[in-house]
């Protein structure tokens, strides 16, 4: 499984933007995915999960109501909508993908990851 995230970019406190994940290789239908990232001088975190039904999601505390993980098993492709933007949001975003199938919130129950997407939130 290859994943690409994309979506990235620069964005003013406040606003909004869209990760993309889009996975190749073979379908993801099946698997969790989940979003986490990494601050500079950081450790990587996790953001929000979905199990592959989309019915259980998972989010940190941080990003509770203002982001909100989806995916489309059709297009093979989760997205990360996150509005209401701040500074300490800035981050590097990887995807991952989780063959169990579970909405689940730690690192290590992911095989698959995607190379990062920058997100910068200016104050």
């Known amino acids: 499984v290859q994943l690409q995230a994309s979506g990235g970019g620069l964005v003013q406190a406040g606003g909004s933007l869209r990760l993309s994940c889009a996975a190749s290789?073979?379908?993801?239908?099946?698997?969790?995915m989940g979003w986490f990232r990494q601050a500079p001088g950081k450790e990587r975190e996790f953001v929000a999960s979905?199990?592959?039904?989309?019915?259980?999601?998972s989010y940190a505390d941080s990003v509770k109501a203002r982001f909100t993980i989806s995916r489309d098993n059709v297009k093979n492709t989760v997205y990360l909508q996150m509005n209401s933007l701040k500074p300490e949001d800035t981050a590097v975003y990887y995807c991952?993908?989780?063959?169990?199938?579970?909405?689940?919130?730690?690192?290590?129950?992911?095989?698959?990851w995607g190379q990062g997407t920058l997100v910068t939130v200016s104050s």
């Open positions: 290789g073979r379908t993801v239908s099946t698997y969790g």
């Open positions: 979905i199990s592959w039904t989309g019915g259980k999601t």
């Open positions: 991952a993908a989780d063959p169990t199938g579970y909405s689940r919130t730690y690192q290590s129950a992911y095989d698959y």
